[in-house]
C-alpha cells in the first residue's frame, strides 16, 4: 500500500522505507518552536532532566509572542526566563519586541521552515507549516523540553483525510471561509488524529496565505496537521526564503485514506462560526440580528499583507458602527511596516480602529481586547470556546478579515456585498 505525504514525510525522518498509519516510531527533528507561554514550562522540564546542551541552536526557534510586549509581571517573568535560556546556549533563532511576530506568521516569513521538514511547536497551532509541504505539528512543553536537547520525538503516525478541492474562489470568499466551511461539514472531532490533506485542481486557486490558514485551523477538526502538496504557488513563495536543499514529497497514487471530502470552491461563501465551537457554520448573510461590540483583524490566522488589505479594501472612506471597536494586529513587523508604507494604516485609523504591534493578545484572552460579559466579537482568531476572549458569558465569532470589516461598519454579523 502506498503513503500519504505526512506518512512519507515521517518516514524519511525516521529512517524507515515505508511507515504505516498507528505505528509509532521515533523521527528527526528539522525544528523546534516554543513561545513566551510554553517555552518556561519546557525549560524548567529540560533542566529537570538534567539537560546540559541542545541538539541543535539553529533548530530551535522562540518566539515571544502572546504576552509581549508584557502585559504583567509574570508576562516579563517568562520572557526572562526564555531570554536567560536563549543566551546560554546561543539559540539563533530567538525573537522578542522589535524582531518578534506571531510565531506561525514569523517563521515561514523567516524561511525557518522548508517542504518536506519535520516541525514541532509547543503550541497547538504549529500545523500552520503544512500550507508549505512540511509536517508540523504542536506538543506539549514536556516534549519539546526533550526535543531541545534530543532533536527528536516519537509519533503515531496518522491515517489521513483526503479533501479534494475544485472550482474556483467567489469575490471576498478566502481560506478562512473554506476551513470554517470544512469544518462545519465534519466536525472538531472530525479528523482526530488523522492528517488532513488537501488535493485537487482547486489547490491552485489558493494563495499560500490561504493555504497557511487552512493549515492552521486543521487542529480545530481534531487533525493531527494538515498539508498542501507543493506546486508553483509553493516554490514561488519558498524560493524567496529558503536557500538550503528541500525535498517536495507526493501522495502515492494508491495511498490509503479513510475518507475523502470534496468542496467545490464555487459553493462556499463568506462563512461564520458562531459560538461556541469553529463547526458551527454560517453564512455571514445570516447575521443581520447579532449586534456585535469589537472586531479583531489579525492572529496567526490571518494576519498576513493580504488579509489586511483585504479588510482594508472594506474599510476605506467608512467608519465602524458607533460602540464598535476595532483592534488590528499586523501578525509581524515586517507586515507592521508594510502596512504603513501602503497607507494601511491610515485607513484603519480612519475608520476608527487601533492598530497595534504583533502579539497574540486577545486571541487567547491574554490582553489587548478582552471582552466583559455579553459582549460580542468577530474576530479572525482561531477559536471561539467559552470565555475565549475573555468573560464566560462574552461570545466569538470567527470570520474572515473582509466579514470582520463589513460586521464593524454594519454594527452586525455582515457580508462584505451588504457595505
Same mark, same amino acid.
Given at each position: 500500500?502506498?503513503?500519504?505525504?505526512?506518512?512519507?514525510?515521517?518516514?524519511?525522518?525516521?529512517?524507515?522505507?515505508?511507515?504505516?498509519?498507528?505505528?509509532?516510531?521515533?523521527?528527526?527533528?528539522?525544528?523546534?518552536?516554543?513561545?513566551?507561554?510554553?517555552?518556561?514550562?519546557?525549560?524548567?522540564?529540560?533542566?529537570?532532566?538534567?539537560?546540559?546542551?541542545?541538539?541543535?541552536?539553529?533548530?530551535?526557534?522562540?518566539?515571544?509572542?502572546?504576552?509581549?510586549?508584557?502585559?504583567?509581571?509574570?508576562?516579563?517573568?517568562?520572557?526572562?526566563?526564555?531570554?536567560?535560556?536563549?543566551?546560554?546556549?546561543?539559540?539563533?533563532?530567538?525573537?522578542?519586541? #522589535?524582531?518578534? #511576530?506571531?510565531?506561525?506568521?514569523?517563521?515561514?516569513?523567516?524561511?525557518?521552515?522548508?517542504?518536506?521538514?519535520?516541525?514541532?511547536?509547543?503550541?497547538?497551532?504549529?500545523?500552520?507549516?503544512?500550507?508549505?509541504?512540511?509536517?508540523?505539528?504542536?506538543?506539549?512543553?514536556?516534549?519539546?523540553?526533550?526535543?531541545?536537547?534530543?532533536?527528536?520525538?516519537?509519533?503515531?503516525?496518522?491515517?489521513?483525510?483526503?479533501?479534494?478541492?475544485?472550482?474556483?474562489?467567489?469575490?471576498?470568499?478566502?481560506?478562512?471561509?473554506?476551513?470554517?466551511?470544512?469544518?462545519?461539514?465534519?466536525?472538531?472531532?472530525?479528523?482526530?488524529?488523522?492528517s488532513l490533506e488537501f488535493a485537487g485542481p482547486g489547490v491552485g486557486e489558493l494563495s499560500i496565505y490561504d493555504r497557511l490558514t487552512i493549515s492552521n485551523m486543521a487542529i480545530e477538526a481534531g487533525?493531527?496537521?494538515?498539508?498542501?502538496?507543493?506546486?508553483?504557488?509553493?516554490?514561488? %513563495?519558498?524560493?524567496?526564503?529558503?536557500?538550503?536543499?528541500?525535498?517536495?514529497?507526493?501522495?502515492?497514487?494508491?495511498?490509503?485514506?479513510?475518507?475523502?471530502?470534496?468542496?467545490?470552491?464555487?459553493?462556499?461563501?463568506?462563512?461564520?462560526? %458562531?459560538?461556541?465551537?469553529?463547526?458551527?457554520?454560517?453564512?455571514?448573510?445570516?447575521?443581520?440580528?447579532?449586534?456585535?461590540?469589537?472586531?479583531?483583524?489579525?492572529?496567526?490566522?490571518?494576519?498576513?499583507?493580504?488579509?489586511?488589505?483585504?479588510?482594508?479594501?472594506?474599510?476605506?472612506?467608512?467608519?465602524?458602527?458607533?460602540?464598535?471597536?476595532?483592534?488590528?494586529?499586523?501578525?509581524?513587523?515586517?507586515?507592521?511596516?508594510?502596512?504603513?508604507?501602503?497607507?494601511?494604516?491610515?485607513?484603519?485609523?480612519?475608520a476608527g480602529c487601533i492598530v497595534s504591534t504583533p502579539t497574540c493578545g486577545p486571541c487567547l484572552g491574554g490582553y489587548m481586547g478582552i471582552l466583559a460579559a455579553g459582549e460580542r466579537c468577530v474576530?479572525?482568531?482561531?477559536?471561539?470556546?467559552?470565555?475565549?476572549?475573555?468573560?464566560?458569558?462574552?461570545?466569538? %465569532?470567527?470570520?474572515?478579515?473582509?466579514?470582520?470589516?463589513?460586521?464593524?461598519?454594519?454594527?452586525?454579523?455582515?457580508?462584505?456585498?451588504?457595505?
Amino acid at each position: 500500500m502506498g503513503m500519504t505525504m505526512t506518512q512519507k514525510i515521517l518516514a524519511k525522518h525516521a529512517g524507515l522505507p515505508s511507515v504505516r498509519a498507528g505505528q509509532l516510531i521515533q523521527a528527526k527533528l528539522d525544528l523546534v518552536l516554543g513561545n513566551d507561554i510554553t517555552t518556561p514550562v519546557a525549560v524548567n522540564e529540560f533542566e529537570a532532566a538534567g539537560f546540559d546542551r541542545v541538539f541543535d541552536k539553529s533548530k530551535i526557534a522562540l518566539v515571544m509572542d502572546h504576552f509581549a510586549p508584557n502585559k504583567d509581571i509574570k508576562a516579563a517573568a517568562q520572557c526572562k526566563q526564555c531570554r536567560a535560556f536563549a543566551r546560554r546556549f546561543d539559540i539563533d533563532n530567538y525573537f522578542d519586541v #522589535g524582531e518578534m #511576530g506571531i510565531e506561525h506568521a514569523l517563521l515561514p516569513e523567516k524561511g525557518l521552515v522548508a517542504p518536506g521538514e519535520a516541525v514541532i511547536g509547543a503550541d497547538s497551532h504549529t500545523c500552520t507549516y503544512g500550507a508549505l509541504g512540511a509536517f508540523s505539528t504542536g506538543v506539549g512543553s514536556t516534549d519539546m523540553g526533550a526535543a531541545m536537547a534530543a532533536g527528536q520525538t516519537w509519533f503515531k503516525v496518522p491515517s489521513a483525510i483526503k479533501v479534494n478541492l475544485t472550482g474556483k474562489l467567489r469575490p471576498f470568499v478566502s481560506g478562512k471561509d473554506v476551513i470554517l466551511t470544512l469544518i462545519g461539514m465534519i466536525g472538531v472531532d472530525g479528523a482526530r488524529y488523522q492528517s488532513l490533506e488537501f488535493a485537487g485542481p482547486g489547490v491552485g486557486e489558493l494563495s499560500i496565505y490561504d493555504r497557511l490558514t487552512i493549515s492552521n485551523m486543521a487542529i480545530e477538526a481534531g487533525a493531527k496537521n494538515g498539508i498542501f502538496p507543493v506546486d508553483d504557488v509553493t516554490r514561488a %513563495y519558498v524560493s524567496e526564503r529558503v536557500s538550503r536543499p528541500w525535498t517536495a514529497y507526493e501522495a502515492d497514487p494508491d495511498a490509503e485514506y479513510e475518507r475523502v471530502v470534496e468542496i467545490d470552491l464555487s459553493r462556499v461563501d463568506c462563512t461564520v462560526a %458562531y459560538p461556541h465551537l469553529p463547526e458551527n457554520a454560517h453564512s455571514a448573510r445570516e447575521g443581520k440580528d447579532i449586534k456585535i461590540d469589537q472586531i479583531v483583524i489579525g492572529s496567526c490566522t490571518n494576519g498576513q499583507l493580504p488579509d489586511l488589505e483585504a479588510a482594508a479594501a472594506i474599510l476605506k472612506g467608512k467608519h465602524l458602527a458607533k460602540d464598535v471597536r476595532g483592534i488590528v494586529i499586523p501578525a509581524t513587523m515586517n507586515i507592521y511596516r508594510e502596512c504603513m508604507k501602503r497607507g494601511l494604516t491610515d485607513i484603519f485609523l480612519d475608520a476608527g480602529c487601533i492598530v497595534s504591534t504583533p502579539t497574540c493578545g486577545p486571541c487567547l484572552g491574554g490582553y489587548m481586547g478582552i471582552l466583559a460579559a455579553g459582549e460580542r466579537c468577530v474576530s479572525t482568531t482561531n477559536r471561539n470556546f467559552v470565555g475565549r476572549m475573555g468573560h464566560v458569558d462574552s461570545e466569538v %465569532y470567527l470570520a474572515s478579515p473582509a466579514v470582520a470589516a463589513a460586521s464593524g461598519i454594519a454594527g452586525h454579523i455582515a457580508h462584505p456585498e451588504e457595505v
